[in-house]
Antibody
Framework: QVQLEQSGGGVVQPGRSLTVSCAAS????????FHWVRQAPGKGLEWVAV????????QYGDSVKGRFSISRDSSKKTVDLQMKSLRSEDTAVYYC?????????????WGQGTLVTVSS | EIVMTQSPATLSVSPGERVTLSCRAS??????LAWYQQKPGQAPRLLIS???TRATGIAVRFSGSGSGTEFTLTISSLQSEDFAVYYC??????????FGQGTRVEIK
């Protein structure tokens, strides 16, 4: 069955860096784009980034552009989100999500989420 | 960026009732509209894509309709496990993919 298992996250000081990871299993990894979506405490969902199935195309939301970087490793079947220059407003649960079909931009499977808290 | 607006913010209903949730896009998104359900402490779950296509394993009591700028998610007979927050999301013009602010369905 399709599984997205997330790791990483935790408490980090403002201005520091952190990486969250997503390990995929149960499907053909190279056939899907992957996204990161975040949810601030008590708030709604915000799309963060996408990486294409071949890893060539990477796109970011305006609020994280230039600070966050998405990557994938087909040998490990993992997707990472490297977050730099973190701010208090980046505090959120971060979800990795599989693109439903050929980069359509909606999400059929989600990881369990990982909490990132930016605080001094 | 396309703005998605959901109404109402909160809906208080009794089990067995029919529920209708609305979602409006700031410009036409054709039928590139998805609905998700999120329960407390859980990740969102895809319910509907292409405005009206149920995702794998989703109960037939969930149905979606609409196109262009106006969309509806209907739950024909609300079950106890359906109390949750529901989000719509457009994927016609992305990035960014944009979500509505959510509708909370709570027990009356």
């Amino acid at each position: 069955q399709v599984q997205l298992e997330q790791s990483g996250g935790g408490v980090v000081q403002p201005g520091r860096s952190l990486t969250v990871s997503c390990a995929a299993s149960g499907f053909t990894f190279n056939s899907h784009a992957f996204h990161w979506v975040r949810q601030a405490p008590g708030k709604g969902l915000e799309w963060v980034a996408v990486i294409s199935n071949d890893g060539i195309i990477k796109q970011y939301g305006d609020s994280v552009k230039g600070r966050f970087s998405i990557s994938r490793d087909s040998s490990k079947k993992t997707v990472d989100l490297q977050m730099k220059s973190l701010r208090s407003e980046d505090t959120a649960v971060y979800y990795c999500a599989r693109d439903a079909n050929e980069g359509t931009g909606h999400f059929d499977y989600w990881g369990q989420g990982t909490l990132v808290t930016v605080s001094s | 960026e396309i703005v998605m607006t959901q109404s109402p913010a909160t809906l208080s209903v009794s089990p067995g009732e029919r529920v209708t949730l609305s979602c409006r896009a700031s410009e036409s998104v054709s039928n590139n509209l998805a609905w998700y359900q999120q329960k407390p402490g859980q990740a969102p779950r895809l319910l509907i894509s292409r405005a009206s296509t149920r995702a794998t394993g989703i109960a037939v009591r969930f149905s979606g309709s609409g196109s262009g700028t106006e969309f509806t998610l209907t739950i024909s007979s609300l079950q106890s496990e359906d109390f949750a927050v529901y989000y719509c999301q457009q994927y016609h013009y992305w990035p960014p993919a944009t979500f509505g602010q959510g509708t909370r369905v709570e027990i009356k």
